[in-house]
Every structure is written in structure tokens, then in C-alpha cells.
């Protein structure tokens, strides 16, 4: 069984900048694909940013230029680098892996940007 636990939500103003992270445990195909998904109230989860175990990246358009995803593969961990945070960024953000056509999910971590 895989879990995966987020930390570094929590409440900025807008301008401000807060990282995520998200460390996976349990039996871990070593090629896989993790990334950070997010969901407003009122939203649909969408995807945020996304990498591959490879090192190939993916990004929504909304956080081009501001968000920046990493990977440390030997830790297993995930990273979401959050800059020039605006308010419509605030939702609950969840980490997700895949691998071996399983999908995988955090819990999620709340982060809200003030104005």
C-alpha cells in the first residue's frame, strides 16, 4: 500500500510565496508520475503541476512562470514551490502518484491567499 502525506499548507497574503511537500511511502514502483492537483470550493480537482519520475514536467496554465514542481526520487518526496501567490489560488491543494495504472492520494493540505 502507498500513502502519501502533504504539509507546508497554511495562510499567506497575496504576493507571498509557501512550499509544499509531499513524501510517499510503501511499495513504490520506481517509475511513476507525481503531482499536485487542487479544488476550490464550488470546483472541480484540477491538475496544478505534474513530473514524471524522469524528470518531464507539466503545468497548468494559471501557474506558468509562478509555481515550480521538483522531485527528490531518493526520498520519494514531491515539492511545490508557490510564488507570487494570488487569492484565486486558494483551494485545498492534494498531492497524487501513479504508477503501474494505480492512482494514489493525499489528503490534502489547505492553502489560502489573502488580499
Known amino acids: 500500500q502507498v500513502q502519501l502525506v502533504e504539509s507546508g499548507g497554511g495562510l499567506v497574503q497575496a504576493g507571498g510565496s509557501l512550499r509544499l511537500s509531499c513524501a510517499a511511502s510503501?511499495?513504490?514502483?520506481?517509475?511513476?508520475?507525481m503531482g499536485w492537483y487542487r479544488q476550490a470550493p464550488g470546483k472541480e480537482r484540477e491538475l496544478v503541476a505534474m513530473?514524471?519520475?524522469?524528470?518531464?514536467?507539466n503545468y497548468a496554465d494559471s501557474v506558468k512562470g509562478r509555481f515550480t514542481i521538483s522531485r527528490d526520487n531518493a526520498k520519494n518526496t514531491v515539492y511545490l514551490q508557490m510564488n507570487s501567490l494570488k487569492p484565486e489560488d486558494t483551494a485545498v491543494y492534494y498531492c497524487?502518484?501513479?504508477?503501474?495504472?494505480?492512482?494514489?492520494w493525499g489528503q490534502g493540505t489547505q492553502v489560502t491567499v489573502s488580499s
Open positions: 513530473s514524471t519520475s524522469h524528470g518531464n514536467t
Open positions: 497524487r502518484l501513479t504508477a503501474l495504472a494505480k492512482v494514489y
Open positions: 510503501g511499495s513504490i514502483f520506481s517509475i511513476n508520475v
